[in-house]
């Protein structure tokens, strides 16, 4: 490959993370709720003391996305893209954390085509637009391995503060899982070269107050709330806590839930990870769990140890385990530069099948999404997506290079697949998340009114029937919640007073014999929780429910 061709595919990436992060709104629960803590924070200036809506304090997760998006929004405003911006900076940086870590140990060609892994695997699309912790935490998390690594080879003190650093933001990302990734992935590669020594060094201890001054800030604005059980929640119980079964939260998930999910998260490339990992193992332990100097055990350490422990949590959720797909994509890189060398045998035309095999299930799933469930009517779109698919047929043929069949191609497809998603499906699906839909309509068309807006739920707080976030975000401000009548009574002014609701909410207006005129009527579904029934045009009705925007008159 020609050097100025070399950061195509790369920019390619980049354009589809971008339109990723301008077309799709922000999604509930989770990165709604994260994006309006970090526009409540720009607001009010409390850095140190994390509040969600006002006055709830919000302890679940550490502060580093919050801290990070109210920066940005400050400079550039409230806007799908501000939110997204650092996420996506740090998935670059995620991605030549990759290659660089691989430069140290493998070819040019191994590097490369672990970059380009990670950076098309269906979760790091995933992650740049549903932005939650695990984008910030993934990419610091390999960005510390790679500097840790740097420091290693070469005993230079600067990888080893800069490595520390990452490691302290990736706590504040997500807390302590960083330091199961971080401390798995080198105590193996350690113990398969037998470098007892380095494991019992003395200098990791300098680490630690480089760290500690990281996470400083949080730990003072947590003292400060909670006292001495917010340092334990965060230091313990948020991680390991759901490992050992001593925190709350319990979805019993099985211990094959995040296998399940790594066969579609990790797309095109989970055909040719699978037969790498078991290669990677094989060859390890035919040697008797000792490989040479020259090699790492970083990756199969740092994947291996923390997916098995995750994997047993009475916790779990698709994303909690996306921290180790960097290291996937290594292991992955590494067998398919192997097989690139070997056009000849049995492996490397099994692999290439299992590939395409893997390209047509994301385009058949990809022609039903635009087809049936959405139809896709942008004509410049349609024709961008036949280029590419003629592409990507004609670089699986047998006549091309091994490179370009084994990498290439499922790399396009993957890339042409969330072209679709980013550009058509999600935006399309967004106009059923009715908080976004009304929240915009709000901010756009009711800006006069837009302080005598009100949530009207009469569900039970507990039951969080209506969700607030993306509400708050599209509308810039912290939307009181009414719970009652009277409540709402003393808020109303004719032709000013909006009021946001859902059926319920609007049966009892009438029943109190309340006058309302509607201004806008949106149905509402929990995008983050798709089925079948609801892709189905025929019987999607059957899953939506109507939310109401009204006006007292």
């Known amino acids: 490959m020609r050097w100025n061709n070399k950061y195509l595919p790369f920019l390619g990436l980049l354009i589809v993370y971008v339109i990723g992060a301008i077309r799709i709104d922000i999604m509930d629960i989770d990165a709604a709720q994260y994006a309006s803590i970090g526009r409540e924070m720009a607001d009010n200036n409390q850095f140190l003391e994390v509040q969600f809506r006002g006055k709830d304090y919000y302890l679940d997760k550490p502060p580093l996305l919050f801290w990070l998006s109210a920066l940005v929004f400050k400079v550039l405003g409230i806007s799908n893209f501000a939110y997204r911006l650092i996420p996506i900076l740090s998935a670059l940086l995620g991605i030549y954390a990759v290659y660089r870590f691989c430069k140290l ?3 040019e060609r191994v590097a490369y085509t672990s970059a380009l892994i990670v950076g098309s695997c269906q979760a790091f699309f995933l992650m740049n637009h549903d932005v939650r912790c695990d984008t910030l935490l993934t990419n610091c998390v390999m960005v510390s391995i790679w500097q840790l ?4 080879k070469k005993r230079d003190w600067k990888p080893f503060v800069i490595s520390f650093v990452f490691t302290g933001l990736a706590m504040l990302a997500k807390g302590p899982i960083s330091l199961i990734v971080i401390g798995s992935a080198f105590f193996v590669d350690f113990a398969l070269k037998r470098q007892w020594n380095r494991i019992f060094d003395w200098r990791w201890l300098l680490g630690i107050p480089i760290i500690g001054l990281v996470v400083l800030p949080y730990c003072i604005g947590l003292y400060r709330q909670y006292g001495s059980e917010g340092l334990y929640f965060y230091f313990w119980e948020q991680s390991f806590g759901r490992i050992t079964g001593e925190s709350d939260w319990d979805n019993s998930p099985g211990v094959f839930f995040q296998s399940h999910n790594f066969l579609w998260s990790f797309l095109p490339w989970v055909l040719a990870f699978i037969p790498a990992l078991f290669t990677r193992v094989r060859d390890i332990i035919k040697a008797r769990f000792l490989i040479p100097l020259t090699d790492e055990g970083v990756s199969v350490g740092g994947f291996l140890l923390p997916f098995i422990a995750l994997s047993t949590a009475q916790y779990q959720l698709p994303h909690y385990t996306f921290v180790v797909f960097p ?21 490397f035309r099994w692999v290439r099948i299992g590939l395409i095999v893997t390209s047509c299930v994301m385009a058949t799933a990809i022609v039903i999404l635009c087809t049936w469930a959405f139809p896709l009517e942008n004509i410049l779109l349609l024709i961008v997506t036949a280029l590419v698919a003629v592409l990507i047929v004609r670089l699986y043929n047998r006549k091309r290079p091994a490179f370009s069949q084994l990498v290439f191609a499922p790399f396009l497809t993957a890339v042409g697949a969330n072209l679709l998603l980013n550009a058509h499906v999600y935006p399309t699906l967004l106009t059923y998340q009715a908080g976004s839909v009304m929240g915009r309509k709000v901010a756009y068309e009711q800006k006069s009114n837009v302080n005598s807006f009100y949530i009207y739920e009469v569900a039970p707080a507990t039951q969080y029937n209506i969700f607030h976030s993306a509400l708050d975000y599209y509308t810039e401000r912290t939307t009181p919640v009414l719970r009652s009548i009277p409540e709402l009574k003393s808020k109303l002014v004719p032709n000013t007073t909006l009021i946001y609701t859902d059926e319920k909410g609007l049966d009892s207006l009438k029943t109190a014999g309340l006058s309302f005129k509607t201004l806008h009527i949106t149905q509402n579904f929990h995008v983050t929780g798709l ?14 429910r109507p939310r109401y925007l009204l006006q007292a008159e």
């Open 105 to 107: 140990y493998y070819s």
């Open 149 to 152: 690594a740097e420091y290693v």
């Open 327 to 347: 290291l996937a994509a290594v292991l992955a890189g590494r067998f398919l530069d192997q097989l690139i060398d070997q056009q000849d045998t049995k492996v």
């Open 531 to 544: 089925t079948l029934p609801f892709l189905n045009p025929a019987l999607r009705a059957t899953e939506t």
